[in-house]
């Protein structure tokens, strides 16, 4: 089992950014964000292979957010700009062992979460 720990988040007001990190315990495959806003059920956000040649997007984020990964420190990050209120979520990275990049049951191993705030 990799474990995975995010970091990065907090509170920001709109128009802002913030860079999430995930630091993983081993080698990762597939690498994936989700969120879960208030009340709501997680979504996904972004994926990205491993050899960072094929990335994914959420429309919801297209042209905001870029996700990237460094396999020497068995890292992925996920830059998000110009936030919005409806960005509010705890994000999670996720790593896959195989499946379709945006559903959730493809990834086997999950951060604790981080809960990111966009401010109005």
């Known amino acids: 089992q990799v474990q995975l720990v995010e970091s990065g988040g907090g509170l920001v007001q709109a128009g802002g950014s913030l860079r999430l990190s995930c630091t993983a315990s081993?080698?990762?495959?597939?690498m994936g964000w989700f969120r879960q806003p208030p009340g709501k059920e997680r979504e996904f956000v972004s994926a990205i292979s491993r050899s960072g040649g094929s990335t994914y997007y959420a429309d919801s984020v297209k042209g905001r957010f870029t996700i990237s990964r460094d396999n020497a420190k068995n890292a992925g990050y996920l830059q998000m700009n110009s936030l919005k209120p409806e960005d509010t979520a705890v994000y999670y990275c996720?790593?896959?062992?195989?499946?379709?990049?945006?559903?959730?049951?493809?990834?086997?191993?999950w951060g604790q979460g981080i809960q990111v705030t966009v401010s109005s």
């Open positions: 996720a790593a896959s062992g195989g499946g379709p990049y945006n559903w959730a049951p493809s990834y086997g191993n």
């Open positions: 081993g080698r990762t495959f597939t």
